[in-house]
């Protein structure tokens, strides 16, 4: 009788902006949905990790929980890895501003996107002192379980296993809709299949000890990760409450305006029929795009030793740096009066600009320091990021 996945479908087709919920097919008002998900123990948001509007939900959710439960909520993230832990509890203190958060976390190394999507979600975690929990498994375990079986690991890397539980259908089930048409192989697919457990169960086993710990046990947790970590529960949530059995809601998003440039971005994956629904509350969004404020010096450059500036190995003809009187060989040394150690420092501080603002740039040229003054009046295809 039905679609078990869809058992009350809509009269008409969704659109942008609606939030559905699913088990009963009524449509309800953001404040509704918080409404019910906020007195849950664990609430569960699946990411698209590239679209704003999920992010954007995500934020919803977290302020919508602290708010019913002020002083009462944690922030779980599966894009930290347990080993940053100490960094997340100097941002949440305060001890850290951005830039200097970005590069002790390796945002950039560990995550990878940009930090423009989860920014707004960070700083109210800040501001409002809720403590954030990494709870990845480190990038080099995953690898390590993706490539070989369980018995082939070191020492080292078994004691970082958690409590595995293999048997589960439905992820096997993702996992060959992912390699279906691909000949892959075998091998290859269960070595996936233990990467995708590995994540699973690492984040789960986290979640769970937070919750049972004394800084977690009168908190409700918001887990934010990726939609196949979260959808239809057997991922993350099913494995939290194998731990600790509590109270939990799923909310995730379904793209249905895609822009042609994000179409040639989507895999064409067919995944298995799933007996249950894929959240309790599925909001309809638009696959939009983060606006994008691309700056760029136009040259290339790398580090200078022992952190002493950058040397420039290029410069591009009718760059913001050329106009500026940036040459080859300069050693960039600050800007604005922020020292330029290192390639992200420039990286940081150029995200920050805007097309038509100024900057003085501090380079060295045959031993004697000049200030240029750098006008930006182009942005995005120059190189600028190491060598050509």
């Given at each position: 009788?039905?679609?078990?996945?869809?058992?009350?479908?809509?009269k008409?087709?969704?659109?942008?902006?609606?939030?559905?919920?699913l088990?009963?097919g009524?449509v309800?008002?953001?404040?509704q949905?918080?409404?019910?998900t906020?007195?849950a123990?664990?609430v569960?948001?699946g990411?698209t990790?590239?679209n704003?509007?999920?992010h954007r939900?995500e934020?919803?959710?977290?302020?919508?929980?602290?708010?019913?439960?002020?002083?009462?909520?944690?922030?779980?993230?599966e894009?930290?890895?347990?080993?940053q832990?100490?960094?997340l509890?100097?941002?949440?203190s305060?001890?850290?501003?951005?830039k200097?958060?970005?590069?002790?976390s390796?945002?950039?190394d560990t995550?990878?996107?940009d930090?423009?999507?989860?920014?707004?979600?960070?700083?109210?975690?800040?501001?409002?002192?809720?403590?954030?929990?990494?709870?990845?498994?480190?990038?080099s375990l995953?690898?390590?379980?993706?490539s070989?079986?369980?018995?082939?690991l070191?020492a080292e890397?078994k004691?970082?296993l958690p409590?595995?539980?293999e048997t589960?259908p439905?992820?096997?089930g993702?996992?060959?809709?992912?390699?279906?048409g691909?000949?892959h192989?075998k091998?290859?697919?269960?070595?996936?299949?233990r990467?995708q457990?590995?994540?699973?169960?690492?984040?789960?086993?986290?979640?769970a000890n937070f919750?049972?710990?004394?800084?977690?046990?009168?908190?409700h947790?918001?887990?934010?990760?990726?939609g196949n970590?979260i959808?239809h529960?057997?991922g993350?949530?099913?494995?939290?409450?194998?731990?600790?059995?509590?109270?939990?809601?799923?909310?995730g998003g379904?793209?249905?305006?895609?822009?042609?440039g994000k179409?040639e971005?989507?895999?064409?994956?067919?995944?298995?029929?799933?007996p249950?629904?894929?959240?309790d509350?599925i909001?309809?969004?638009a696959?939009e795009?983060l606006p994008?404020?691309?700056?760029?010096?136009?040259?290339a450059y790398?580090p200078a030793p022992k952190?002493?500036?950058?040397?420039?190995l290029?410069?591009?003809a009718?760059s913001?740096?050329e106009?500026?009187?940036?040459k080859?060989?300069?050693?960039?040394?600050a800007?604005?009066?922020?020292p330029?150690t290192?390639?992200?420092?420039?990286i940081?501080?150029l995200?920050k600009?805007?097309?038509?603002?100024?900057?003085?740039?501090?380079?060295?040229?045959?031993?004697?320091q000049?200030?240029?003054?750098?006008?930006?009046?182009?942005?995005?295809?120059?190189?600028?990021?190491?060598?050509?």
């Amino acid at each position: 009788m039905g679609d078990p996945q869809n058992p009350y479908p809509l009269k008409s087709a969704p659109k942008v902006g609606d939030i559905v919920h699913l088990p009963t097919g009524t449509v309800v008002t953001l404040a509704q949905m918080l409404a019910v998900t906020c007195d849950a123990r664990v609430v569960y948001v699946g990411e698209t990790h590239d679209n704003p509007a999920s992010h954007r939900l995500e934020l919803a959710a977290l302020q919508g929980l602290e708010e019913r439960h002020p002083g009462k909520v944690a922030l779980g993230m599966e894009m930290f890895s347990r080993s940053q832990q100490p960094v997340l509890d100097r941002w949440v203190s305060g001890k850290l501003d951005e830039k200097a958060f970005l590069k002790e976390s390796r945002w950039f190394d560990t995550w990878k996107m940009d930090f423009d999507y989860y920014r707004d979600l960070l700083i109210f975690a800040r501001d409002r002192h809720i403590p954030v929990v990494a709870l990845n498994a480190e990038k080099s375990l995953v690898q390590a379980v993706t490539s070989k079986p369980y018995a082939e690991l070191s020492a080292e890397q078994k004691a970082q296993l958690p409590e595995l539980d293999e048997t589960d259908p439905y992820q096997r089930g993702m996992v060959e809709g992912f390699f279906a048409g691909h000949s892959h192989g075998k091998m290859v697919l269960d070595g996936f299949l233990r990467g995708q457990t590995v994540w699973d169960e690492t984040m789960a086993e986290s979640a769970a000890n937070f919750l049972a710990s004394p800084a977690g046990k009168e908190r409700h947790l918001l887990v934010i990760a990726g939609g196949n970590h979260i959808s239809h529960g057997f991922g993350i949530p099913r494995r939290v409450f194998r731990r600790i059995p509590t109270s939990y809601q799923l909310i995730g998003g379904q793209e249905i305006e895609i822009s042609p440039g994000k179409k040639e971005e989507l895999m064409n994956v067919e995944l298995p029929d799933y007996p249950m629904v894929s959240y309790d509350f599925i909001n309809y969004f638009a696959y939009e795009e983060l606006p994008k404020n691309v700056i760029v010096l136009g040259v290339a450059y790398e580090p200078a030793p022992k952190g002493h500036g950058l040397t420039v190995l290029t410069v591009v003809a009718g760059s913001n740096a050329e106009r500026a009187g940036v040459k080859l060989g300069d050693l960039l040394l600050a800007l604005d009066g922020e020292p330029l150690t290192e390639s992200f420092d420039l990286i940081f501080a150029l995200k920050k600009k805007h097309l038509g603002e100024r900057s003085v740039l501090t380079v060295e040229r045959a031993g004697t320091q000049l200030k240029l003054d750098v006008s930006y009046e182009k942005s995005g295809d120059e190189h600028q990021h190491g060598k050509p």
